[in-house]
C-alpha cells in the first residue's frame, strides 16, 4: 500500500525518509503551492482542489499531511476530510514504543523517540527527533513535540499546542490548547491555553490572539 504526501519541505522528505526505512511506498505528493518535485522519481500528483481525481487514481493509498506548523496541518485535514480520504501512519524503526501505547491516525513518529507505557497520541501529533513521552502522558490531536524535548510522566498536552526544541516538562503538568512552550524551556507549573511560555521556569510571555 503506498502513501501520498501532502507537502513538499523538509518536514516532507523526513517523512519520506522515514517511509522509506518501514519499506513502505510513497506515491506522489500534493502542494498547493510548489510545481517541481523535490525528488526525481517521485511525481506531484497535484493540489488539494483535486483530491477526488487523487483518489480515483490511487484508491487504496494512505494520506500523510506533512507539515510542520500545527494550524497549517489542522487547516489541511479538515479539508480533505471532507472526501473518503484514509489517513496513514510513520513511525520509525528506532523509535521505542512502550506497551498499552495509542497512537491517533496522521501522526508522525521520528528517529530515536521514547514513547514510554499507557501514553495516548492523538491524531496528526509529530512527535520529532530524540523527544520523549513518558509514561501515562496525553498529547491531544495537532500537537508538536520539538526535537530533543522531554515529558516527564502523566503531562497532558491540548490539541494544537507546541512543545519547542529541547524543552522539558516535569511530570503531571497541563499545558492548555494552543500554547507554544520556547526552545530549552523548563515547565514546573501548568500553562494555560493561547499563551506562549519561555525561560526556566517557564513564564507567560504573551497571549496569542
Do not use: W
Amino acid at each position: 500500500m503506498s502513501h501520498i504526501l501532502i507537502g513538499m519541505g523538509g518536514h516532507a522528505r523526513v517523512i519520506m525518509d522515514i517511509l522509506d526505512a518501514q519499506e513502505k511506498k510513497v506515491a506522489g505528493f500534493i502542494d498547493d503551492h510548489c510545481f517541481e518535485s523535490p525528488i526525481e522519481t517521485v511525481p506531484i500528483l497535484g493540489t488539494t482542489d483535486q483530491i477526488e481525481k487523487i483518489l480515483d487514481a490511487f484508491p487504496q493509498s494512505k494520506f500523510i499531511v506533512a507539515v510542520g506548523s500545527n494550524v497549517l496541518r489542522k487547516r489541511i485535514v479538515n479539508k480533505l476530510s471532507r472526501y473518503p480520504v484514509t489517513f496513514g501512519m510513520a513511525v520509525h524503526p528506532t523509535a521505542v514504543i512502550g506497551s498499552n501505547v495509542n497512537i491517533g491516525s496522521g501522526s508522525v513518529i521520528m528517529p530515536n523517540v521514547v514513547i514510554n507505557s499507557g501514553a495516548a497520541i492523538g491524531e496528526h501529533v509529530i512527535l520529532n527527533t530524540a523527544c520523549t513521552v513518558d509514561h501515562e502522558c496525553i498529547l491531544h490531536d495537532f500537537v508538536h513535540i520539538s526535537p530533543g524535548a522531554h515529558l516527564a510522566g502523566n503531562v497532558t498536552v491540548g490539541s494544537e499546542t507546541q512543545v519547542g526544541i529541547g524543552a522539558s516538562v516535569i511530570q503531571g503538568i497541563e499545558i492548555g490548547a494552543k500554547t507554544i512552550v520556547g526552545a530549552g524551556a523548563c515547565v514546573v507549573r501548568d500553562l494555560p491555553q493561547n499563551i506562549v511560555a519561555v525561560g526556566c521556569p517557564a513564564r507567560k510571555m504573551k497571549t496569542i490572539m
